[in-house]
């Protein structure tokens, strides 16, 4: 069955959908700073200022405002053209007061990086490249042609060749380091949200099933008594009635049906009856569980444990669907053979799967379980290459896992690392899930009561 947390990423995951209110209020917010600014130069400190020329550039930014208020609803959201276009559009019009301002004399020109701040923040790698691209040209273009900053007296305040050199740089590098920073904070939160949520719907596909066979399990229970009465009554009625007479092959047809009731019921309550009744299970069966779906993909699954005194679990879907994620994965880039090794001790219950494939690059050991990462070299047979390169599935696994209290450990089993697999060698990755044995944990303290006593049917 196709897991339904993959149509998640078949988008383009960096496209991000902006709401117009938000940079309407962003934009007010600047035309505010932007008056405030103008007027304490010209009322306060008496500098001569274009108070033309910036009212025309500053009505702009407030035409534009208003119109996007009153012909657009609240609601409105924004392609990324659309986006792109407005953030160029404030960009323009900031340079465009730098530059009649004094360009890189005044102090505020720092903040031509916020539109490229929020270009970084919400749209994709080319979009911000362009704004920041623009950024950089008109506080290049501000540096030597703008209009100077005079006193009421008529001197120019001016700063230093120097000082104007590294202001330029300043804000160039601001421009990029908040930039980059600002996308990889943004892109890491948008991947682990997405990823969480693939985690959550694999989650409650499993609950699904493990609630569908539940409802199963029950309907054959219930059914099986009246089953049982259509076919003693349609036996005795066959045994009573004169052989070739339409009512016995009427009465035979019942039974027949009865029994076929009862094979199909048989049959889809097989695994509802586990699910309903094996809330508890040992930890050998729930890992044969989860390891059933991979067995025919053409690679041997060895599970090696103590038959005696097996630890019992509880089985939980996060459980159950967390190992099978990790199973998975070893027979996607086994050569032959997963092992899986189940072992206990008074502190702690151990699960170790193996596989003889290539093993995980060294430079990758230490971001497994983070989600989007590239994942060890496919194997020619892989079934599922709509996963490459995301490491969604070991994320899905560990979040998974985490939640029943587990610790993972990922390791190679060749030191040193060479990249080539050994068929029917456990020399590939090592997935090692360890829960500790405590109260409140994955292990049950006592197995569930019987489900009752037989009540014989009555004859």
Same mark, same amino acid.
């Given at each position: 069955?196709?897991?339904?947390?993959?149509?998640?990423?078949?988008?383009?995951?960096?496209?991000? +959908?902006?709401?117009?209110?938000?940079?309407?209020?962003?934009? /007010?917010?600047?035309?505010?700073?932007?008056?405030?600014? *103008?007027?304490?130069?010209?009322?306060?400190?008496?500098?001569? *200022?274009?108070?033309?020329?910036?009212?025309?550039?500053?009505?702009?930014?407030?035409?534009?405002?208003?119109?996007?208020?009153?012909?657009?609803?609240?609601?409105?959201?924004? !392609?990324? &053209?659309?986006?792109?276009?407005?953030?160029?559009?404030? !960009?323009?019009?900031?340079?465009?007061?730098?530059?009649?301002?004094?360009?890189?004399?005044?102090?505020?020109?720092?903040?031509?990086?916020?539109?490229?701040?929020?270009?970084?923040?919400?749209?994709?790698?080319?979009?911000?490249?362009?704004?920041?691209?623009?950024?950089?040209?008109?506080?290049?273009?501000?540096?030597?042609?703008?209009?100077?900053?005079?006193?009421?007296?008529?001197?120019?305040?001016?700063?230093?060749? $120097?000082?104007?050199?590294?202001? +330029?740089?300043?804000?160039?590098?601001?421009?990029?380091?908040?930039?980059?920073?600002?996308?990889?904070?943004?892109?890491?939160?948008?991947?682990? =949200?997405?990823?969480?949520?693939?985690?959550?719907?694999?989650?409650?596909?499993?609950?699904?099933?493990?609630?569908?066979?539940? $409802?199963?399990?029950?309907?054959?229970?219930?059914?099986?008594?009246?089953?049982? #009465?259509?076919?003693?009554?349609?036996?005795?009625?066959?045994?009573?009635?004169? %052989?070739? =007479?339409?009512?016995?092959?009427?009465?035979?047809?019942?039974?027949?049906?009865?029994?076929?009731?009862?094979?199909?019921? @048989?049959?889809?309550?097989?695994?509802?009856?586990?699910?309903?009744?094996? @809330?508890?299970?040992?930890?050998?069966?729930?890992?044969? %569980?989860?390891?059933?779906?991979?067995?025919? &993909?053409?690679?041997?699954?060895? *599970?090696?444990?103590?038959?005696?005194?097996?630890?019992?679990?509880?089985?939980?879907?996060?459980?159950?669907?967390?190992?099978?994620?990790?199973?998975?994965?070893?027979?996607?880039?086994?050569?032959?053979?997963? +092992?899986?090794? *189940?072992? /206990?001790?008074?502190? $702690?219950?151990?699960?170790?799967?193996?596989?003889?494939?290539?093993?995980?690059?060294?430079?990758?050991?230490?971001?497994?379980?983070?989600?989007?990462?590239?994942?060890?070299?496919? =194997?020619?047979?892989?079934? @599922?290459?709509?996963?490459?390169?995301?490491?969604?599935?070991?994320?899905?696994?560990? #979040?998974?896992?985490?939640?029943?209290?587990?610790?993972?450990?990922?390791?190679?089993?060749? %030191?040193?690392?060479?990249?080539?697999?050994?068929?029917? %060698?456990?020399?590939?990755?090592?997935?090692?899930?360890? /829960?500790?044995?405590?109260?409140?944990?994955?292990?049950?303290?006592?197995?569930?009561?019987?489900?009752?006593?037989?009540?014989?049917?009555? @004859?």
């Amino acid at each position: 069955m196709p897991d339904p947390s993959a149509a998640l990423f078949e988008a383009n995951p960096g496209k991000s +959908w902006i709401r117009l209110q938000t940079l309407n209020i962003l934009r /007010w917010v600047a035309v505010a700073g932007q008056i405030g600014a *103008i007027g304490v130069a010209d009322r306060v400190f008496a500098i001569q *200022i274009e108070l033309g020329f910036c009212a025309a550039i500053i009505g702009l930014s407030i035409i534009a405002n208003l119109i996007f208020h009153f012909v657009y609803p609240e609601s409105k959201r924004l !392609t990324e &053209r659309e986006a792109v276009a407005i953030l160029l559009f404030d !960009t323009m019009q900031l340079g465009l007061l730098i530059l009649l301002t004094g360009g890189l004399n005044n102090p505020f020109a720092v903040l031509i990086a916020a539109p490229v701040t929020v270009a970084a923040t919400a749209l994709s790698l080319r979009s911000t490249l362009l704004i920041g691209a623009a950024a950089i040209a008109l506080i290049s273009f501000a540096a030597d042609l703008h209009v100077p900053l005079r006193t009421t007296n008529g001197d120019v305040l001016r700063l230093p060749d $120097v000082f104007i050199f590294g202001s +330029w740089v300043a804000i160039v590098v601001a421009i990029g380091f908040i930039a980059a920073y600002t996308r990889r904070i943004s892109t890491e939160t948008q991947s682990m =949200s997405q990823a969480l949520l693939a985690a959550q719907m694999a989650l409650a596909r499993e609950q699904k099933l493990t609630d569908l066979g539940g $409802v199963v399990a029950a309907a054959a229970h219930e059914l099986g008594t009246p089953l049982a #009465t259509i076919k003693l009554v349609s036996a005795e009625m066959v045994s009573e009635l004169p %052989e070739g =007479s339409d009512l016995r092959e009427d009465a035979q047809l019942i039974r027949d049906q009865a029994d076929r009731c009862r094979d199909i019921l @048989r049959s889809m309550g097989r695994s509802g009856k586990d699910d309903l009744h094996l @809330r508890q299970a040992p930890l050998v069966t729930v890992v044969e %569980e989860a390891a059933d779906p991979h067995r025919d &993909r053409g690679k041997a699954i060895l *599970i090696e444990t103590d038959e005696t005194d097996q630890p019992t679990v509880f089985r939980r879907p996060e459980l159950v669907h967390g190992l099978r994620n990790l199973v998975q994965n070893a027979v996607d880039f086994a050569a032959t053979t997963v +092992w899986i090794d *189940i072992d /206990w001790d008074e502190d $702690v219950l151990t699960v170790r799967i193996v596989d003889d494939g290539t093993g995980y690059p060294p430079q990758l050991l230490g971001r497994i379980g983070d989600p989007f990462i590239r994942r060890r070299r496919s =194997s020619p047979d892989r079934k @599922r290459p709509e996963y490459e390169g995301m490491g969604l599935g070991l994320f899905i696994a560990k #979040t998974l896992l985490e939640r029943t209290g587990a610790e993972l450990t990922f390791a190679n089993g060749q %030191e040193p690392y060479s990249g080539v697999a050994r068929p029917g %060698e456990p020399s590939g990755a090592i997935v090692e899930v360890v /829960w500790p044995r405590r109260p409140g944990g994955i292990e049950a303290e006592e197995r569930l009561p019987a489900l009752g006593e037989n009540v014989n049917f009555p @004859r």
